[in-house]
């Protein structure tokens, strides 16, 4: 080492000095006013691929790019005129050179130190090509990002936007740069989004902009149009900055706008045409009632009298259907309790005697329309079998509806406190049409239907409460 450059260099003694520069993390070179290097350490070599003793007592100029080297002495003339700590060619993109030719990135820190030998310079260099090459990387992604980017310092202007964000707001790259975000916001808006700009700075999150809230931008023509915005917080070297990704959603919303309108114009639709079955089977009970007063066989007024109770029963769900403006499920509760209703007019002169009650769970258990009416026909076949058979001969009773949530199915029971079945009662071989319904209903719903006779008969139904859990067949 040329211990003659090195005399008097350190005014703190030269072994800890040289310790401290030797054991430096960056490379560390030490210039004397005419330029020459008097100092570096293992780092320099290991970043610029020279031995030490092939850098003390050159030029400085060495290290730096040909196409450079000959304003270079100019810049450290200017530094030895005022000589005060601070980064190298702040604002410029800085430059070394290698043993090899080859060209690097680099940032670089000045520092005068006072030597017994005259004013020195220690620069430290750090080799920034990883972070230059993140950066290229970052600068790609955010540039052919699909939406358009655009970065924000904490004052609020822009530092960096994409191709993208010039095609949608219309300006020139070189327009936005520099200029406050708030010039692509409708004026109208300005005043608010200063204070909303705060605020994300204050607690800086990965969040959408304005959640709740239509979003406008304004675009070089004055016009405005609706936008999504994420927003991103950056840490860089130039402290907290905000990436903001907008979309254009004017198309979304027009399809949006159009699917809204064709879901009422369907709605409109569907509300008439249950409002028409309802009406049409209104039609035929009142028909199959005006038959039955024009018969004096009491069979066949009864006959025609359940058949139009089961009418009565399809209807009531195309009319709560068109009531609750909900066409896909109907609240089983509320349909048993109006079908319960139902029935008690039906047989009103037993309407003294016989009680129908109901036990309805107060939480609402929806069925889809399509399970809805064989339930309905299920409880009208139940209901009306136990007002016609289960107190004969003038006697007064109870027949009770029953609805549980039993896991995921669903159980309907029918009971009363009448005479009981009879003893040679099957339920694979009845004749009443009604009774014979009853267990093809239950295996449209896919459920099982069974009856028990102790202290009265319990008829009883269990099906899934969702239509994919149906029993398998």
Not at 6 to 19: C, Q, W, Y
Not at 165 to 194: K, N, W
Not at 306 to 312: H, K, L, N, P, Y
Not at 349 to 355: L, N, Q, V
Request: proline share 6%; hydrophobic share 40%; aromatic share 6%.
């Amino acid at each position: 080492m040329n211990e003659k450059l090195l005399a008097g260099i350190s005014p703190v003694g030269e072994d800890p000095f040289r310790r401290v520069v030797e054991w430096a993390p960056t490379a560390i070179v030490m210039v004397n006013a005419k330029g020459s290097i008097v100092l570096s350490n293992a780092q320099a070599e290991r970043i610029f691929g020279y031995a030490r003793d092939e850098l003390l007592g050159e030029p400085i100029e060495k290290l730096v790019p040909e196409r450079f080297a000959g304003h270079h002495p100019a810049y450290r003339s200017d530094f030895y005129a005022a000589p005060h700590p601070r980064p190298m060619g702040s604002g410029r993109d800085l430059y070394a050179r290698r043993r090899d030719g080859s060209e690097f990135p680099v940032e670089i820190g000045l520092t005068p130190i006072d030597s017994d030998s005259g004013p020195m310079v220690l620069a430290a260099i750090v080799d920034i090509t990883e972070r230059k090459r993140l950066e290229e990387r970052f600068r790609r992604v955010v540039e052919y990002a699909p939406s358009a980017m655009v970065m924000i310092e904490r004052s609020g202007r822009m530092v960096l936007v994409n191709a993208q964000t010039e095609q949608l707001f219309g300006y020139p790259r070189s327009a936005l740069i520099g200029e406050l975000v708030e010039m692509l916001v409708p004026e109208r808006l300005r005043g608010e989004h200063v204070h909303f700009r705060g605020s994300f700075l204050e607690v800086p999150k990965a969040r959408p902009m304005g959640a709740g809230r239509d979003l406008f931008a304004r675009r070089a023509d004055g016009t405005e149009f609706p936008v999504e915005i994420g927003l991103n917080p950056i840490e860089t070297e130039e402290g907290a900055m905000v990436l903001a990704s907008i979309v254009d959603i004017t198309e979304r919303q027009r399809a949006q706008q159009k699917l809204e309108n064709a879901l009422q114009e369907k709605t409109v639709l569907l509300n008439e045409v249950h409002h028409r079955v309802k009406n049409n089977l209104q039609v035929i009970s009142s028909l199959l009632n005006l038959q039955a007063t024009h018969t004096s066989d009491p069979r066949l007024r009864a006959i025609l009298a359940e058949s139009q109770s089961r009418v009565r029963a399809m209807a009531l769900t195309h009319q709560l259907l068109y009531e609750r403006k909900d066409y896909s499920r109907i609240d089983l509760g509320e349909y048993l309790e109006r079908l319960a209703q139902l029935l008690i007019g039906s047989y009103r002169e037993d309407g003294a005697r016989i009680t129908l009650r109901r036990i309805l769970p107060e939480t609402p258990l929806f069925l889809d329309f399509e399970r809805a009416i064989p339930c309905g026909l299920i409880i009208n076949e139940l209901v009306t079998n136990a007002f016609k058979h289960a107190f004969p001969d003038g006697r007064s009773g109870e027949v009770r509806i029953e609805l549980l949530a039993v896991g995921d199915e669903l159980e309907l029971v029918v009971t009363d406190n009448g005479v009981g079945l009879p003893a040679s009662f099957d339920l694979t071989n009845l004749k009443s049409l009604g009774l014979q319904l009853v267990p093809l209903l239950a295996d449209q719903l896919g459920g099982s239907f069974t009856v028990h006779d102790h202290q009265g008969p319990r008829f009883s139904l269990r099906f899934p409460s969702n239509p994919t859990g149906r029993r398998a067949s």
